[in-house]
């Protein structure tokens, strides 16, 4: 976890909008070989040469993607920076810079941004994405966030959704369904301060859970791991919205089906200990909970060996004829078929 809390209260007005910026930024360092000019001229200059540039966009609000009654600033200005370097991730690429801009009410005091800067620089240097632009902008109301990320990557390198075919191994990354899970108990613990602000929360048993939620990380290790083991995924998306839903993306725009097999879901003990208190089923946690940014991906059938004993990867399926349809193969032995039900913004 990373701690904060900055008593001051500083008013934005008082740096105007230059000094803000300046105030801001001045922490960041440019480390990325192809940043030519970062922050300080009309616009940044890049070059990478005879690299492919992949780019990924990201816009969040306050109320509708997080809540500050229990994700800290420091907090989200880090899973802001690992949301965007995921995607790029996910195209099998290396993130190289971003833009970041905000959006800021004036209940917010300029500690309160120090906090989000500071979580925006750990990420910058923990993921070596070199900040190079931005905006900032008063907002009527609340915090939004939109940060764009840069990547390169050899043409042949890269990671599309539509490659799958239908006899290829479906793999994930770590596990899966934490972060969902760490977001349940944080509603709940929400909601007995609401009842009783004195309460102090026991959050031992959920720690993993809960750091899953707040301050996840981008599987940048992935690429070298898998360049390592010669192996070239046929298609691959990360975990943002919930594995059905990922799942889907990959068989509709490689045109092929899936069986998913529930026994074979990596679920992490904490998971199933506080899906069980919570009584609610660990699969549907597994399968529906978004924000792990974990990495699913497909590799051709031949690759099996090289991957079946390595504990970063787990062969949770595989795909079939697209008419076969998508399916989750129970521990009974049933077919149900999946349906896409990750987060979905737009239906809250
Ligand atoms: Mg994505």
Redesign the pocket.
């Known amino acids: 976890m990373i701690e904060d809390k900055n008593p001051q209260r500083t008013s934005i007005a008082q740096l105007g909008e230059f000094g803000l910026i300046e105030h801001l930024t001045k922490n960041f360092e440019v480390n990325q070989p192809s940043t030519l000019k970062a922050i300080g001229d009309d616009a940044a200059v890049l070059d990478f040469k005879d690299k492919k540039v992949v780019v990924s966009t990201d816009l969040m609000i306050e109320g509708v993607h997080f809540d500050l009654a229990y994700m800290p600033l420091k907090h989200l200005g880090y899973k802001a920076v690992v949301s965007n370097v995921?995607?790029i991730c996910?195209m099998n690429a290396k993130a190289t810079q971003i833009t970041v801009s905000i959006a800021v009410s004036n209940r917010f005091p300029l500690e309160a941004l120090e906090e989000l800067f500071a979580g925006i620089t750990l990420a910058a240097n923990e993921y070596k994405v070199d900040v190079i632009g931005g905006d900032t902008t008063s907002s009527q109301k609340g915090l939004i966030i939109s940060i764009t990320v840069l990547g390169e990557a050899d043409a042949e390198e890269i990671v599309y959704r539509n490659g799958a075919k239908s006899s290829d191994l479906l793999i994930v990354t770590g596990d899966i369904g934490a972060a969902y899970m760490g977001l349940q108990v944080l509603e709940r613990e929400k909601q007995v301060f609401q009842v009783n602000p004195n309460a102090q929360p026991d959050l031992d048993a959920y720690t993993y859970l809960i750091e899953r939620q707040l301050k996840p990380e981008a599987r940048k290790d992935v690429r070298t791991l898998l360049h390592a083991l010669e192996i070239k995924p046929t298609s691959m998306?990360?975990i943002?919205d919930g594995l059905s839903s990922e799942i889907m993306h990959l068989c509709k725009q490689s045109k092929v089906g899936c069986n998913l097999y529930e026994d074979k879901l990596p679920l992490d003990p904490q998971l199933i200990s506080v899906c069980e208190e919570f009584d609610i089923d660990s699969t549907t946690v597994a399968i529906n909970g978004g924000e792990d940014y974990e990495l699913l991906f497909t590799i051709a059938m031949e690759d099996f060996e090289k991957i079946k004993a390595n504990p970063n990867f787990s062969i949770i399926g595989h795909m079939v004829q697209e008419s076969e349809g998508i399916h989750l193969v129970t521990r009974a032995n049933t077919k149900i078929a999946l349906k896409a039900r990750g987060w979905n913004a737009l239906s809250e």
């Open positions: 995921s995607d996910a998306i990360d943002s």
